[in-house]
């Protein structure tokens, strides 16, 4: 564990809930969240890998991580989840993180694979923001929601526009939600990382590395280096943390000073061949079929 700038117990008696937290991102902010004193819950569609996310992180830091299928897409499903958390009492904080993206020149979009991404990222993250904003609400408690999302709100980007136009409408929730609910004391933020390579991700954003475009690759951060999870993961514990109560409605980037430098976004890809992108259509149904095979709901 990198030693960070809080106390082990800043997060204590917090109860937060990481969506797509099986894997990549959303297992290592959960993993941030755990090693400093929450309860955390983590969701998505694959049982299996949630299963062992959880018991590998209680076992590394101590602390208790639970593993709920849930699929977002499906608000009785987000109801039913929920209805099992708050039977162990009231969440303190919520993470949308789960996403789905992969890169594809937009021609070539298929409403199938438009919809996979936009149901994902923008349905299932108001859906699970609304579920738990009313039962905050109902219980006259606060709360915190920080979405997870990309410096892509506002700049936009090729060849990944599902995902830019689904992820700048979680953008425009947290800053409507944050007025809407202040009163309430409900806090929304997000975090716009940069590049941090994960597994699951990288297959799907950088299928051929050889071909790579500026949103990938660490030389083109003024930092001159990909981010560091611990710094994510400071970033997120302090945004669920006492003491920022004030701060709400506000996306942050956590990107080296990426996209104020450029190219941060997948232009680069324009002189792609079709035999190149055929490929990578390749590695990406690859990845793809293997999450598909490991989901128990969904």
């Not at 409605?249 to 000073?257: H, K, R, S, Y």
């Amino acid at each position: 564990m990198t030693a960070g700038p809080f106390r082990a117990d800043a997060l204590a008696a917090k109860r937060i809930l990481v969506t797509g937290g099986g894997s990549g991102l959303g297992a290592e902010i959960a993993r941030g969240f755990a090693q400093h004193g929450a309860t955390v819950y983590i969701c998505g569609r694959r049982q299996g890998l949630l299963s062992e996310t959880a018991a590998r992180l209680s076992q590394e830091t101590g602390g208790r991580v639970v593993a709920l299928a849930c699929d977002l897409r499906n608000p009785q499903s987000i109801d039913e989840m929920f209805a099992a958390i708050w039977a162990e009492g009231p969440l303190t904080g919520l993470v949308n993180n789960a996403a789905a993206n992969f890169v594809a020149p937009t021609k070539s979009l298929s409403p199938r694979g438009y919809e996979a991404v936009r149901s994902t990222v923008m349905d299932g993250s108001f859906y699970v923001t609304l579920a738990a904003g009313k039962r905050w609400i109902a219980d006259g408690v606060t709360g915190s929601v920080v979405s997870n999302l990309v410096t892509w709100v506002w700049t936009g980007s090729p060849f990944v526009v599902p995902a830019a136009m689904a992820k700048t409408a979680i953008h425009a929730m947290t800053m409507s939600l944050a007025v809407e609910w202040g009163p309430y004391g409900i806090r929304l933020n997000a975090v716009a990382p940069g590049p941090f390579p994960t597994e699951g991700a990288w297959e799907k954003l950088n299928p051929i590395p050889e071909t790579s475009a500026g949103a990938t690759q660490a030389d083109q951060v003024p930092m001159r280096r990909f981010g560091k999870m611990h710094e994510l993961q400071n970033l997120m514990i302090f945004l669920m943390s006492d003491g920022c109560e004030y701060l709400t409605g506000q996306t942050i980037a956590i990107d080296g000073a990426h996209h104020l430098a450029a190219p941060s976004t997948f232009a680069g890809l324009s002189d792609l061949t079709d035999e190149q992108w055929a490929a990578a259509r390749e590695r990406i149904k690859a990845a793809s079929d293997r999450d598909k095979q490991q989901r128990t709901v969904g």
